[in-house]
């Protein structure tokens, strides 16, 4: 069956330092693949797409994410992280063929120390 | 914001009560979508829509129905509330390139 795995249910890192967060797909073809951010309380707000060309994808608030077909990953990253950055992310991926139907993984919540 | 609401924005219910949420886009796009999301589930897809009139289930479409008459309007009925339907609803629709979704600003419902 199709799946999104995030393994990381909760990371912790201090204000300054990188990020990268984790994000598996099981299909058979190589999908859409999208990364969402989620402040508390609020709406979920795209960071960042891939959908073919270039494996190194560059999104807002300074993110990036590095699509690597031989290990089905999506994973995002960010050079040096600023306590905004706090919130809950998630990965998500869609079939070339399925109507834009997005499947998500957990969502990983990230904690920023000052 | 892709020009989405939803409403009621929170709303408190008994089981067994019918309630319908409302999603409403203005920027006429074809395609709209039903997500509940629900701690360390993400989101999951119930339904969707792919023009008027034109809709299909999703992953977990049971207990749910779905309604579309206008493009701008995509209603999602719970026919008799359970407290399993506890969660926050989050229409989304899809922009015109490639698939990338944008969604409104959800509704939180409870089901005493």
């Known amino acids: 069956a199709q799946s999104v795995t995030q393994p990381d249910i909760h990371i912790t890192v201090s204000e300054g330092a990188s990020l990268e967060l984790r994000c598996n797909y099981s299909?058979?073809?190589?999908?859409?693949l999208f990364w969402y951010v989620q402040s508390p309380g609020q709406g979920l707000q795209l960071l960042l797409k891939?959908?073919?060309?270039?494996?190194l994808v560059q999104g807002i608030k300074g993110f990036e994410a590095e699509f690597k077909r031989s290990q089905s990953s999506f994973n995002l990253r960010k050079p040096s992280v600023h306590w905004s950055d706090a919130a809950e992310y998630f990965c998500?991926?869609?079939?070339?063929?399925?109507?834009?139907?997005?499947?998500f993984g957990q969502g990983t919540i990230l904690t920023v120390h000052p | 914001d892709a020009g989405i609401t939803q409403s009621p924005r929170h709303k408190v219910t008994e089981t067994g009560t019918p309630v319908t949420l409302r999603c409403h886009q203005t920027?006429?796009?074809?395609?709209m979508y039903w997500y509940r999301q629900d701690p360390g589930h993400g989101l999951r897809l119930i339904h969707y829509?792919?023009?008027?009139?034109?809709?299909d289930k999703g992953e977990v479409s049971d207990g749910y129905s779905v309604s579309r008459s206008k493009t701008e309007d995509f209603l999602l009925t719970l026919e008799s509330a359970t407290s399993s339907q506890t969660s926050v609803y989050f229409c989304?629709?899809?922009?015109?390139?490639?698939?990338?979704?944008?969604f409104g600003p959800g509704t939180r419902l409870t089901v005493l």
């Open positions: 989304a629709i899809r922009g015109t390139v490639n698939n990338e979704q944008f």
């Open positions: 299909y058979g073809a190589t999908p859409y």
């Open positions: 891939y959908f073919s060309g270039d494996t």
């Open positions: 998500a991926v869609a079939l070339r063929t399925s109507y834009g139907k997005l499947t």
């Open positions: 920027e006429n796009h074809r395609y």
């Open positions: 829509s792919y023009g008027v009139k034109d809709t």
